[in-house]
């Protein structure tokens, strides 16, 4: 039997589902006439003027002049009006429901993957079967009606007629029989549709009992049919599921409306979901019985909850998510998506993505579309925020393909990286810093090595000269470049430092006051220098000495950063109160009190790929010689000793500013120095002099006999606990240098005083970490001495342990 084509009218505002519609239909294989309208207006014009030439209106529930829902209410009450299908997305099935209620015979749910259009063709042919079942019984039963009273009249027609027309009354019996086969064959036929029917349909009686059930229940699930008939739904089903039932027949038939719901039924271990209508049928003029059909809709509501839960964790996903149609448009993006580009999604929609990207600046590859094929692509992009600042993404682009291989739809996943890229950054310079500094130590231990022995000899030939002797001026002058090597070296050296030194507090308002009054008399005239200090007593655990060398630093760093020396240096301190975390150099600015020291300058400026680099060691902007890329290096780690931050802000052009920020130390005080200057004595001290350094053994050697010591040296550590063991009462004081091979210097110390517990030693050494070691040992007869030292400075340190002793001399 051939089905005949359905005329479908299509209201649907959307031209990509109107063609996904035509599509699924076509696809379907359906025999369809289709006609489409954009609006309900139009519509309702077309069902009006032609209501009899369609056989199914399918309608969105958002059209642009109403609602779907209004829309069915205006034309349902036609008097054939056609059936009624709603059409929505999942955040309308309020709307569905309503519409179902109201008597449109299916519904379709749209999802963002399109997998509706494949459910489309069998809701199609249920609602018009539904219809057609409608308009069949419909009309059968005004059939019926005519043919009685047809026949009654006719009955009547031909008992007055009996006995005149024998013939003609036979004849009437004979047309009667062809009728009632003509009603058994449809009735059979009726009965072959309701068998084959891909759902439950059912008549009960008044009492709930079934009069009829159509055998899907045992083709689908085993149960067989004539067992059901005569019992009710108690007799069938658990008590849970049985009284839900019957409390919605009794529904109905009180009301005498129809009723339509989801209903969850077990059978055995399967848990089924049905929806199903019910409605009175009319006997005699009184609701005696109901009907109702119920479709299974398990997998479908399956599908629907995995869908809702897939958008769900799109939607709430830390990633963003777009989707893009061919040409690059957003179609949808989750949360992150529209907090990432800072606009509404409603504004969203339609836009092309790639004008959401920062400009190419060759800093990371451009991303373009239409290069992509049908392979994923992986990048890092740059977006510019509405503050200006630049975040980096990181990116994956997978096309998406139809069946043929055309790329119909772009996925795009975002991560935003830009935290995760700064801190690599921090953790590359703090490990390239580490690297360098410890290569800076072991040059600075050396080069001292070398500084040692031509500072000591050269200060003894100048003290061999005669005041006018013309040679002075030379050796003056190795003296002084020999000062300059120390102070170069001392700089490196707090590269080499990885201890962190415990410093006292300090006013660090008079520090940088001192420190000021010395750096202004050394700016070039043409520098105007502004100086504000907002701040008096403010305690900060650092080293005066490193402070005055961090401001010179910055101020010298400042002074070159101005053209032809000309320009505004300004320099301040003030208390601030940091509340919240803010990113710096070094670390992080957490909430808490700090002192802040700004050096601002009216230079150059730099370009931020400069500020990333200025805190590396041997790093420099100048083209000349003069700059040595050691200045804001030992500016970085003066700040890190003393805990501090800093912040670089520099514009190309218009001059920088350092804000460096000290946490304020908010108890203690200053300590007090203690004066140890030794007493006059009566005799030359006996020293014992240790160095490996065979060059500097005999130059500390020469210096020690000069001043006028008596001295015993040797380059070996066992020799010279030989030496003190055989006349131990005969040294008043031991010189030692710590790093030699064999026996330490310190563990030369622990020896001696296993013979003599309050032998006075002086230790020297050119690192800071071997001297730091020693720092923490409380011992009244230990001093320490860094080299390279001078003449003064051993002296000084000799008086001062010689007088901790108690011992004098003359």
């Not at 600075?444 to 000591?456: E, K, S, T, W």
Request: some cysteine; charged content about 30%; glycine content about 6%.
């Amino acid at each position: 039997m051939q089905t005949a084509e359905i005329r479908i009218l299509l209201v649907e505002a959307n031209p990509r589902d109107r063609l996904a519609f035509r599509s699924a239909v076509e696809r379907g294989g359906m025999d369809c006439i289709l006609v489409e309208s954009d609006c309900a207006a139009s519509a309702v014009s077309l069902l009006k003027d032609r209501g009899d030439a369609f056989d199914l209106v399918a309608a969105d529930v958002k059209l642009p002049d109403a609602s779907g829902l209004d829309f069915f209410r205006e034309v349902k009450a036609l008097v054939d009006l056609p059936a009624f299908v709603i059409i929505s997305g999942p955040e309308s099935i309020d709307a569905v429901a309503e519409a179902l209620k109201e008597g449109a015979c299916g519904y379709i749910i749209k999802d963002p993957q399109d997998s509706w259009t494949a459910l489309l063709p069998m809701v199609i042919r249920g609602a018009v079967e539904r219809r057609t079942d409608r308009r069949f019984r419909h009309e059968a039963e005004e059939t019926l009606r005519d043919a009685h009273r047809t026949m009654e009249k006719e009955v009547r027609k031909r008992t007055a007629q009996l006995m005149r027309a024998n013939r003609r009354l036979k004849q009437e019996i004979e047309e009667r029989k062809r009728l009632e086969e003509d009603l058994k064959q449809n009735e059979e036929q009726f009965m072959l549709f309701m068998e084959h029917f891909p759902g439950m349909v059912y008549l009960k009686d008044g009492q709930g009992r079934y009069l009829y059930l159509s055998r899907y229940l045992e083709d689908a699930y085993g149960i067989r049919v004539d067992t059901c008939i005569g019992k009710t739904d108690r007799d069938l089903w658990p008590e849970e599921i049985s009284g839900a039932i019957m409390e919605d027949d009794r529904k109905v038939l009180a009301s005498g409306k129809e009723l339509q719901k989801v209903e969850d039924i077990a059978f055995g271990d399967m848990r089924v979901s049905f929806f199903t209508q019910k409605f009175p049928i009319l006997q005699d003029t009184s609701l005696t019985m109901l009907g109702g059909v119920s479709i299974d809709i398990t997998d479908y509501r399956r599908t629907e909850q995995e869908n809702r839960l897939l958008v769900s964790a799109v939607e709430n996903t830390a990633e963003s998510v777009f989707i893009l149609d061919s040409k690059g448009r957003i179609l949808y993006l989750n949360q992150a998506g529209e907090h990432s580009l800072e606009t509404p999604r409603s504004d969203l929609t339609g836009k092309p993505y790639e004008m959401f990207l920062a400009p190419d600046t060759g800093s990371c590859p451009p991303l373009s579309l239409k290069e992509i094929h049908s392979k994923p692509w992986r990048g890092t992009i740059q977006r510019v925020r509405s503050d200006g600042a630049i975040r980096e993404l990181d990116i994956v682009v997978s096309p998406l393909q139809d069946e043929a291989g055309t790329v119909t739809n772009y996925a795009v996943i975002e991560l935003d990286v830009t935290e995760e890229r700064a801190m690599q950054k921090a953790l590359e310079r703090k490990r390239r810093m580490e690297a360098l500094g410890l290569l800076a130590g072991g040059i600075a231990h050396d080069f001292i090595n070398i500084l040692q022995p031509i500072l000591i000899n050269a200060e003894l030939v100048s003290d061999m000269l005669p005041p006018d002797a013309p040679e002075r001026e030379f050796i003056d002058q190795i003296i002084e470049a020999s000062r300059i090597g120390r102070e170069v070296t001392n700089q490196i050296k707090m590269f080499g430092s990885r201890k962190k030194t415990a410093f006292k507090p300090v006013p660090l308002d008079d520090v940088v006051r001192d420190a000021l009054h010395i750096i202004r008399r050394s700016l070039p005239p043409a520098v105007t220098f502004h100086q504000r200090i907002s701040c008096r007593g403010r305690l900060v655990r650092t080293d005066a000495a490193q402070i005055y060398q961090l401001l010179t630093n910055l101020c010298t760093n400042a002074v070159q950063a101005m053209e032809d020396g000309q320009g505004t240096l300004s320099v301040s301190l003030t208390p601030v109160v940091i509340r919240t975390a803010v990113p710096a150099v070094i670390s992080d600015l957490v909430p808490g009190q700090y002192l802040k020291l700004t050096v601002k300058d009216t230079g150059c400026g730099m370009a931020p790929e400069v500020v990333d680099q200025i805190f590396d060691p041997l790093f420099t902007t100048r083209k000349s010689r003069s700059g040595t890329g050691l200045g804001l290096g030992v500016a970085h780690s003066v700040v890190k000793n003393a805990g501090g931050s800093i912040i670089v802000r520099s514009t190309p052009g218009q001059g920088s500013a350092f804000e460096v920020y000290f946490p304020e130390h908010r108890e203690g005080g200053v300590q007090p120095v203690r004066d140890a200057s030794p007493p006059a004595g009566r005799r030359k001290p006996r020293i014992l002099l240790v160095d490996d350094n065979t060059m500097e053994l005999r130059s500390v050697h020469q210096m020690l006999v000069r001043m006028g010591f008596r001295v015993s040296s040797t380059n070996d550590s066992i020799k010279a606990l030989d030496i003190f063991m055989q006349s131990p009462d005969a040294f008043d004081l031991v010189v030692s240098d710590q790093l030699m091979p064999v026996m330490k210097g310190s563990d030369l110390v622990l020896e001696l005083r296993k013979i003599r517990n309050t032998l006075p030693v002086i230790i020297c050494s050119g690192s800071d970490d071997a001297l730091k070691e020693l720092r923490g040992m409380a011992d009244p007869f230990l001093s320490l001495l860094a080299k390279p030292f001078s003449t003064q400075a051993l002296r000084d340190a000799i008086d001062l342990i010689l007088g901790r002793g108690g011992f004098t001399f003359s």
